[in-house]
């Protein structure tokens, strides 16, 4: 049975979910509209996730996912981190900021708590990225009847996933906006730049496994959606275009950005996280490289980044800033227009979201 019929869903549509770019506000209009709306909750505390997972069935009874990330917490590398820190100095000095912090908020990864949240507020679909968490906490979110799915971005990937437990893949390819799913790679940084583009690798993940397949990374149009589901996956994932709804959380620098020319040109770069990620280019990455040995180990990288980013946004500037945004920024940002009628009005999730489904349908 396909995903769309067993979830019952209207559309063939996930809302990729995109930590600090969207809330509930996105995940229910998309789930009302009858695509599979989902909510990040990397950067949320149990607290927070079950505030916005009870706004969330408030508003619907439709499916929704929560989307959790699974990286292990790196050893500490006073090495390491004077490196990243000596690599920085010179942007430092160049603001007139003196002191480069050490310690700050950092991503969560899914533990036995968060496993708790999952099994309180039962979801229809549990989404991972960088692999699976530990064997007892997919057997417990499998417990609760919820569906689990998790990124893969190469082959491998996906039998790793499927041989672990997972009910779905998405097939992530080098297109995606946001952090690469890698989880099997022993050097993340080098690889990345070689991973295949979401046409080649959905087709070999389709061959590889035995369970759905959801398409994701560079999928902004009705063209590349049906494109993908012609191809064989069930579902197709979508996160850029929805940056550009009413509902996306992103900053006005990000905003701004986004609608410019220069949004067109995007690369992966690991000097936001430490992990490799697509965004739109900034200062930093030129400066330095978009992919630099020395950036400090995922998710403590950007803990040094923040009074540059804040003392640069303060004056409009984006020099320091993660704008993540796929490949497909540009056809992204044409189809929102497309349904708003403006390039100087947002469409809301619901409304592209039903564009969307009604044109991809046809």
Known sequence: MSLVASLGLDSPIVQAPMAGANGCDMTIAVTASGALGSLPCAMLNADEIIAETDRIKAATNKPFNLNFFCHRTPADDPDGMRRWHTLLKPFFDDEGITDIPTSGPVRRPFDDALCDVVEACKPAVVSFHFGLPAATSVRRVKEAGCLLISSATTVDEARWLVANGCDAIIAQGTEAGGHRAMFLSDNPVSDAPMQPGTMALLPDILDAVDVPVIAAG????????RAALAMGADLVQMGTIYLFTAEARVSPIHRQALSGAEADDTALTNLFSGRPARGLVTRLMRDIGPLNEHAAA?????????????????????????????????SARRT?????????????AADLTRYLTENIKR
């Open 336 to 348: 929102a227009q497309q349904v708003s009628g403006s390039a100087n009005v947002l469409p809301g």
């Open 298 to 330: 995922f998710p403590l990288a950007g803990i040094a980044l923040a009074p540059l980013k804040k003392k640069a946004e303060a004056g409009g500037r984006a020099d320091y800033s993660s704008l993540w945004a796929g490949q497909g920024v540009a």
């Open 218 to 225: 560079g999928i902004s149009d009705i063209q590349t959606a």
